[in-house]
């Protein structure tokens, strides 16, 4: 029903910058999170930072102060812009959705009823 699809992964340099985009279609619960986790080698569904319907952001460890994370309501898209990217970046990122539950925090994947595809994030030294 409701379909998530990621875009904006690339190749960089350290220190560089990429932004990527969550596109939203189908019905999504008035009261939801929208997260992106990542995937590398060295974990799986690492979670890098939510919004929710309201506004409110979170970041997970060792992103926040490089990655910032928003939201178009009209356009329903979420954009994470990722600066200062480290070769352990690398992944592929992921967006996913979850319906709010108070007092649930929105980093756990295993709470996100929906998720995309994927988009590659390759960081070179």
């Known amino acids: 029903q409701v379909r998530l699809e990621e875009s904006g992964g690339g190749s960089v340099q350290a220190g560089g910058s990429l932004r990527l985009s969550c596109r939203i279609s189908?019905?999504?619960?008035?009261?939801?999170?929208v997260g992106w986790f990542r995937h590398s080698v060295d974990k799986d569904r690492e979670f890098v930072a939510a919004?929710?319907?309201?506004?409110?952001?979170t970041f997970g460890d060792g992103v926040q102060g490089r990655f910032t994370i928003s939201k178009d309501s009209d356009t329903r898209t979420v954009f994470l812009q990722m600066t200062d990217l480290k070769p352990e970046d690398t992944a592929i990122y992921v967006c996913?959705?979850?319906?709010?539950?108070?007092?649930?925090?929105?980093?756990?994947?295993?709470?996100?009823?929906?998720w995309g595809l994927g988009t590659q994030v390759t960081v070179s030294p």
């Open positions: 919004i929710s319907w309201t506004g409110r952001e």
């Open positions: 189908g019905p999504v619960p008035s009261a939801h999170n």
């Open positions: 996913a959705c979850e319906r709010v539950i108070a007092g649930r925090p929105p980093t756990l994947p295993s709470t996100y009823d929906v």
